[in-house]
C-alpha cells in the first residue's frame, strides 16, 4: 500500500486506538450529526483498506449509487492531488476492481432478506469481501435482533463492518460522557461506537465505547474539508 496515500488516513490512527483491535466478525458504528461527515469518514476507511489490496462491499440504503461512487472519486482525487504518484490510474483501477456498491431500500435496516443477499454476493466463488460499509443504518428503527443478526453474520462471513449512525435528536444528543444518548439501546449490541463532533472548527473524533465499554480520549481531529487528519 502506498504510505503516502493513507498517512493522513483515519483509519490509521483509529483502528490503533481500538481496545481489542479491529478485526473480522466486528461491527464498529460512526455517529455524528447530519452533514459532519459520516459518509466521508467511511469512504476514507474504505479507500485505504481497497489500497491495501482488500475488498469491500459497500451497502447503502439510497436508490441512488452515483453520489457513492463521487465519494470515492472525489477523495480518492484529493488523496492524489499534490502528489507525485505514477501509477495512480492503477491505483484508482484497483478500487474498482476490488469494491462492489448494493443499494436497498428496506428502511434502513438489515433484515434477513439482505442477509441473504449479502451471504450470496460474498459466498464460494463471488465476491470475497475483507470490509463491508453500511452507510444509512436507521438505528431509531433497529431492534436488538436486527443487531444480532448482523452481528452473527459479519463472525460467520469473517468480515468486519462499519456502519453511520445519523443523530437525529431534537434534544440532547450527547450525554455527559460525549455517548450518543440514541445509541444508549445498542450499546452493548455493537463492538465500537465512534462520535464526531465539531470543535474548534474541525472534526473531532473520539471512542465512546470499545471493548472495554468506556469513553476513551484520542488525539484525532479531521480536516472538516477532506475528512483526513488535520495539519496541527
Not at 19 to 36: C, E, H, L, N, Q
Not at 188 to 207: H, Y
Request: hydrophobic share 40%.
Amino acid at each position: 500500500m502506498n504510505s503516502v496515500l493513507t498517512d493522513k488516513s483515519p483509519l490509521r490512527v483509529l483502528e490503533d486506538s481500538l481496545t481489542g483491535g479491529m478485526d473480522k466478525g466486528k461491527v464498529t458504528v460512526i455517529a455524528s450529526k447530519k452533514g459532519v461527515g459520516k459518509t466521508a469518514c467511511l469512504v476514507h476507511i474504505a479507500i485505504e483498506k481497497l489500497l491495501a489490496g482488500k475488498q469491500v462491499l459497500h451497502v447503502s440504503f439510497s436508490k441512488r449509487t452515483d453520489y457513492i461512487i463521487s465519494w470515492y472519486e472525489d477523495l480518492f482525487a484529493e488523496l492524489t492531488a499534490g502528489k507525485k504518484i505514477d501509477n495512480v490510474d492503477e491505483l484508482r483501477e484497483l478500487i474498482m476492481k476490488n469494491r462492489v456498491i448494493m443499494s436497498f431500500v428496506q428502511d434502513g435496516i438489515v433484515d434477513q432478506q439482505i442477509i441473504n443477499s449479502l451471504e450470496a454476493m460474498i459466498g464460494p466463488g463471488n465476491f470475497k469481501a475483507d470490509t463491508i460499509i453500511i452507510d444509512g443504518y436507521n438505528f431509531q428503527k433497529a431492534e436488538k435482533a436486527d443487531l444480532d443478526r448482523l452481528k452473527a453474520f459479519a463472525e460467520k462471513a469473517g468480515v468486519e463492518i462499519w456502519i453511520s449512525a445519523s443523530l437525529k435528536s431534537d434534544d440532547v444528543i450527547f450525554d455527559e460522557n460525549d455517548f450518543p444518548c440514541e445509541l444508549t439501546k445498542i450499546k452493548d449490541d455493537v463492538d465500537f461506537i465512534i462520535s464526531l463532533r465539531f470543535k474548534e472548527e474541525r472534526i473531532q473524533v473520539k471512542v465512546v465505547k470499545d471493548s472495554t465499554n468506556s469513553n476513551k480520549e484520542i488525539k484525532l481531529f479531521l480536516d472538516p474539508k477532506t475528512l483526513l487528519i488535520a495539519d496541527k
